[in-house]
């Protein structure tokens, strides 16, 4: 495109008397790209580790979990996920919603909304329980006789979110000793 005034109305901002002579280079290019808007669904992102008295009690839950971006084409038609600011959960102290946002570095012109997004955490006491007469098993191999394993119940620590340890129902234990 050839570059043929400046805005302004003869005087370059504002300036009165003040007149522009020449204007180097005299073209320049422009490349437009197709608009897009596509929904986007956003991926967890964390740092650090719970305080070692906590666990997670289920998963982390974004809110929301998906936006629409808004941009050129180029860029956002080859987006598949976004990833948020990630949260540091060596601050967390409990079950809480933490405040984040979708990061949108190096995404240039693209606009995101929702832009805050809240990410729950569902921190809670971490505790242990003892198994105990927990059967042992082991795979059959082919080609031999029965596998014998001594002893044939073993006791089992598991460690975790109170309300997933205690909710353990033993029954389903099993120690498997690989073939």
């Given at each position: 495109c050839p570059v043929s005034s400046i805005s302004g109305g003869g005087s370059v901002d504002g300036y009165r008397g003040v007149g522009v002579d020449d204007i180097v280079p005299g073209e320049i290019n422009v490349r437009l790209d197709r608009r897009s808007i596509r929904t986007v669904p956003l991926r967890v992102s964390t740092s650090g580790a719970l305080p070692d008295h906590l666990a997670l009690g289920g998963d982390l839950i974004l809110t929301p979990d998906v936006v629409q971006v808004d941009g050129p084409a180029s860029l956002?038609?080859?987006l598949d996920s976004l990833d948020i600011v990630?949260?540091?959960l060596s601050d967390v102290d409990g079950p809480v919603r933490v405040g984040t946002f979708v990061d949108t570095v190096g995404m240039g012109p693209v606009i995101v909304d929702?832009?805050?997004i809240a990410l729950r955490v569902p921190a809670e006491e971490s505790t242990e329980r003892v198994f105990t007469?927990?059967?042992?098993?082991?795979?059959?191999?082919?080609?031999?006789?029965?596998i014998q394993v001594f002893p044939e119940n073993v006791r089992v620590t598991?460690?975790?979110?109170r309300s997933r340890v205690f909710a353990m129902n033993p029954d389903i234990l099993r120690a498997v000793v690989p073939s």
């Open positions: 956002v038609d080859r990630p949260v540091s929702p832009y805050a007469g927990v059967r042992v098993t082991t795979y059959l191999v082919q080609g031999t006789g029965p598991v460690t975790g979110a």
